[in-house]
């Protein structure tokens, strides 16, 4: 997936995961906010700490961008907030795995 090419070539210290959706927070998820991202770019944890997120990459361009844009920013307002710990799965693995946010993630296209 070019998403995750990039990803990986632009934080080349973090692990990245493909196809991710937040399943929990620390506050029930709205039906209609994005929980769904393309890849996530995740700062390794330390001695069996959980992660930390650092970047959300969407690979949409164009007028696609600019439907997703709104919506991506009321998910990073709503969800990852510093402090927050959310649950993500990704959708070719079963196990949800814990990341930490310490800033707002950066998010690009």
């Known amino acids: 997936q070019?998403?995750?090419?990039?990803?990986?070539g632009r934080?080349?210290?973090?692990?990245?995961?493909?196809?991710?959706?937040v399943v929990a927070s620390?506050?029930?998820?709205?039906?209609?906010?994005?929980?769904?991202?393309?890849?996530?770019?995740?700062?390794?944890?330390?001695d069996g700490a959980d992660s930390v997120l650092a970047a959300v990459v969407e690979a949409k361009a164009g007028a696609e961008l600019y439907?997703?844009?709104p919506k991506m920013l009321d998910a990073r307002e709503a969800l990852m907030r510093p402090g927050a710990t959310l649950l993500v799965?990704?959708?070719?693995?079963?196990?949800?795995?814990?990341?930490?946010?310490?800033?707002?993630?950066?998010?690009?296209?």
């Open 26 to 46: 620390g506050a029930p998820l709205p039906p209609s906010l994005k929980a769904e991202f393309d890849a996530l770019a995740i700062e390794p944890a330390a």
């Open 67 to 69: 439907k997703d844009l």
């Open 89 to 109: 799965r990704q959708r070719s693995h079963p196990t949800a795995r814990r990341l930490l946010v310490r800033s707002k993630p950066r998010i690009e296209y």
């Open 2 to 8: 070019e998403a995750c090419s990039w990803a990986r």
């Open 11 to 21: 934080w080349p210290r973090c692990e990245v995961l493909a196809n991710c959706a």
